[in-house]
């Protein structure tokens, strides 16, 4: 069965740093491009990050110099390192697999929720 | 920046036909997907590269690009095709989604 499973959300305050794990299953996630999208309470999808099966790395404007997107090939695993946060970054953030082509995202984990507050 | 523009919600009948439309300049030069989401859960894909159907989505689930809009169709409207629906597009390595569209089947 092909599954994503994500990990590491919690409480944070602003400033602080936090990371993100979305354990694969079923597939390889270093064959396929992977995609992070976050969902801030009663809002729209938000795109965050995009890893190339090359390895090459995307990033939307707000996140920018403060999250890295990665993976662990040999855990098929793929990571987002989410720094310098802020209240805006409170989402629900979800990690995607993207059809290669970048075509849609096919499949979708559960999210983890990460709330910035002081 | 690349925008989509979608209706903040739609209403119909059950076993009416709706069609939830995305709309920028020239977005037929571009491939548009559409995701399904139900409150409390993950998004699903229904519809990629703008007519083509995933596995296990029901054929009612049917879409067309054209000009500045994509629309989303789902004919004969059941009461479990309630959610959100969001378009979406790559833009230079850049992903782009639409606002969103509530539907609602009465």
């Known amino acids: 069965e092909v599954r994503l499973v994500e990990s590491g959300g919690g409480l944070v305050q602003p400033g602080g740093s936090l990371r993100l794990s979305c354990a694969a299953s079923?597939?390889?996630?270093?064959?396929?491009?992977m995609t992070w999208v976050r969902q801030a309470p009663g809002k729209g999808l938000e795109w965050v990050s995009l890893i190339y099966s090359g390895g090459g790395t995307y990033y939307a404007d707000s996140v920018k110099g403060r999250f890295t997107i990665s993976r662990h090939d040999s855990k098929n695993t793929v990571y987002l390192q989410m720094n310098s946060l802020t209240i805006e970054d409170t989402a629900v953030y979800y990690c995607?697999?993207?059809?290669?082509?970048?075509?849609?995202?096919?499949?979708w984990g559960q999210g983890t929720t990460v709330t910035v507050s002081s | 920046s690349y925008e989509l523009t979608q209706p903040l919600s739609v209403s119909l009948a059950l076993g009416q036909t709706a069609r939830i439309t995305c709309g920028r300049r020239n977005i037929a030069s571009k491939n548009v997907h559409w995701y399904q989401q139900k409150p409390g859960q993950a998004p699903v894909l229904v519809i990629y590269r703008d007519n083509n159907r995933p596995s296990g989505i029901p054929e009612r689930f049917s879409g067309s690009n054209s000009g500045n809009t994509a629309t989303l169709t789902i004919s004969r409207a059941q009461a479990g095709d309630e959610a959100d629906y969001y378009c979406q597009v790559w833009d230079s390595s850049t992903g782009v989604f639409g606002g969103g569209t509530k539907l609602t089947v009465l």
């Open positions: 995607a697999r993207t059809m290669v082509g970048l075509d849609g995202m096919d499949v």
């Open positions: 079923g597939f390889t996630v270093s064959y396929n491009y």
